[in-house]
């Protein structure tokens, strides 16, 4: 018998939104885990209607928050801020990621 947990329809049911794959500029500013203020600009890899995850430069520890900002689609708008919490990391796997 399958461990339900590690069954991908069953972690599929467990989310609140469903997640996309697109590509949104970002710019991610806040302070990383020795203190430093940052601010970097990146894109989505995915997203949802409650977060999304980005590559970053930086390492932020968990809970710390961040602020997003997307640009407008219309370039006389300024852009969408939103403050983030960060609430999961992973760690490169190698020295190139």
Known sequence: MADSAADPKFEAQ???STRISQAVPVTVTGVDALGRSFQER???AVVSCHGCRYQSKH????NTWVT???P???ADH???SVRAR????QRPRTVRE
């Open 59 to 62: 390492y932020v520890l968990k």
């Open 14 to 16: 467990k989310r609140r």
């Open 86 to 89: 960060v609430t999961w990391i």
């Open 68 to 70: 997003l900002e997307v």
């Open 42 to 44: 990146t894109s989505t």
């Open 78 to 80: 300024p852009p969408r």
């Open 72 to 74: 407008h689609s219309e």
